[in-house]
């Protein structure tokens, strides 16, 4: 399957991702705050899921370029979508935290 356009949405993607990283700045800076009573299994489960979040975008984006310049549009574009999955994922782990009382 050819995916048309598939250029324009690597660098679309990218450019969201890249946009993405200011607010992330602000939420890096404040998850020292987990750490205010003490570190704790749940401290650094919150400050290393946000601390991370950079890599899945970089990640990704290396792979999905390699795919394009593979001719494997698909996988590229998959790529690139991956990272839209870890706030999902962080966002389950937190409301797990909040469900076990954590």
Known sequence: MVIK????????????????????????AMAFMAFDAGPSTTAW???GTVWAYPLA?????????????????TGAVVATLLPLVYPVVV???????????H
């Not at 679309?12 to 890249?18: E, F, I, K, P, S």
């Not at 975008?57 to 549009?73: D, E, H, M, N, Q």
């Not at 389950?92 to 009382?101: E, K, N, Q, Y």
């Open 5 to 28: 356009n598939a250029r324009t949405w690597l660098i679309a993607t990218q450019v969201l991702y890249g946009v993405s990283l200011l607010p992330w700045v602000a939420l890096a």
């Open 45 to 47: 489960l919150i400050a």
């Open 57 to 73: 975008p970089l990640f990704c984006s290396v792979a999905a370029w390699i795919l394009y310049r593979k001719g494997r549009t």
């Open 91 to 101: 966002m389950l782990i937190f409301a797990g935290l909040i469900a076990t009382g």
